[in-house]
Nanobody, 125 residues
Framework: VQLQASGGGLVQAGGSLRLSCRVS????????MGWFRQAPGNVREFVSA??????HYADSVKGRFTISRDNAKNTVYLQMNGLKPEDTAVYSCAASTRGRIILSQVNNPSAYNYWGQGTQVTVSS
């Protein structure tokens, strides 16, 4: 299984970006998928996830970010609106191929066993 994240860039505060995570080597609809981010000097932080058909969001992004998936394209998206400077980070997508993630662990990076490379998101004030 390989994950390829893309779509990052530089945007002004209040702007939007859409990140994509393309899964190859397998069918993404079979897996729970997540987005995490890491800013310099910070630990990896949960952003959003699909736990089968359920969607989950960190409180800091609720109402601004939307996770979606296109099974025909084997791709998971993260639409980010109303971006803030504090959203600046490297965003990475992840997949769990070990069965459905326990609900309490959906925001735990250790619950995911495949990771894509990150894509940089920079929000200027």
């Amino acid at each position: 299984v390989q994950l390829q994240a893309s779509g990052g860039g530089l945007v002004q505060a209040g702007g939007s970006l859409r990140l994509s995570c393309r899964v190859s080597g397998s069918t993404s609809s079979n897996y729970d998928m997540g987005w995490f981010r890491q800013a310099p000097g910070n630990v990896r932080e949960f952003v959003s996830a699909f736990r089968r058909s359920e969607t989950h969001y960190a409180d800091s992004v609720k109402g601004r970010f939307t996770i979606s998936r296109d099974n025909a394209k084997n791709t998971v998206y993260l639409q980010m609106n109303g971006l803030k400077p504090e959203d600046t980070a490297v965003y990475s997508c992840a997949a769990s191929t070990r069965g459905r993630i326990i609900l309490s662990q959906v925001n735990n990076p250790s619950a995911y066993n495949y990771w894509g490379q990150g894509t940089q998101v920079t929000v200027s004030s």
